[in-house]
């Protein structure tokens, strides 16, 4: 059964930092690994998406990189902003499993700090 | 467009009752989902539905059913709502499915609290 699991659980920065999020999977047999933003009492926000074939994916200050041999994937974010303060979340659609399953982390609590 | 969007945004409900959550989409999306959220679980599929008339079980379908009569609407029903189902509730949607391409949006969620 595939699990993701997300560390750190929270992680607090001061402004400016650039951060790493970290997101492991037990299964490699997937066909994508989307991460995701959470403001409190929202709904999720779509930030990047990273095929199977794909080993990175970029948008603005965010980069998400994907090893699907080693089952991890980074969300690396640049110069933050308490803007970023948000929950972090990452999911994977797996080969196996009902169809647009997708399979979320608990989350990365970030708090950028001014 | 509004994207996904979900009625009603908070509901309170007492043991037994019914009620309807309803979600709509205008990106002309295939296929549509609804999961649950809950504290310490992260988010698990309920029921997804691959087009207009058709729906299936997802990880956690016990308690809900689904209809899709319209392509852009998807309505998740609690028959008897029971404590265990106070959560909160995302509808999504995407234009593939099981495949490189499947991104998921998401609606902003109905609040639900079954007393």
């Known amino acids: 059964k595939q699990e993701v ?20 999977f037990t299964d490699s047999a997937i066909y994508n690994l989307q991460w995701f933003r959470q403001d409190p009492g929202k709904g999720l926000t779509s930030l990047l998406l990273i095929q199977s074939s794909q080993r990175e994916q970029t948008s603005g200050r965010l980069n998400a990189s994907l090893d699907k041999s080693s089952g991890r994937s980074t969300l690396y974010i640049a110069a933050s902003q308490p803007g970023d303060s948000a929950t972090y979340l990452c999911a994977v659609e797996g080969v196996g499993g009902s169809q647009g399953n997708l399979i979320f982390g608990k989350g990365t609590k970030l708090s950028v700090k001014p | 467009n509004a994207g996904v969007t979900q009625t009603p945004k908070f509901r309170v409900l007492k043991t037994g009752q019914s009620m ?3 979600c709509a989409q205008d990106m002309n999306h295939e296929y549509m989902y609804w999961y649950r959220q809950d504290p310490g679980m992260g988010l698990r599929l309920i029921h997804y539905s691959v087009g207009e008339g058709t729906t299936a079980k997802g990880e956690v379908p016990d308690g809900y059913n689904v209809s899709r ?18 959560s909160v509730y995302f509808c999504a949607s995407s234009y593939s499915i099981s495949s490189s391409y499947n991104e998921q949006f998401f609606g902003p969620g109905t609040r639900l609290t079954v007393l």
């Not at chain 2, 392509?71 to 404590?83: D, I, M, R, T």
């Open chain 1, 5 to 24: 699991t997300q560390i750190p659980a929270a992680l607090s920065v001061p402004e400016g930092e650039n951060l790493v999020l970290n997101c492991s």
């Open chain 2, 20 to 22: 309807t959550l309803l």
């Open chain 2, 69 to 86: 009569l319209k392509k852009q609407n998807f309505l998740l029903g609690l028959e008897s709502a029971a404590p265990s189902q106070t």
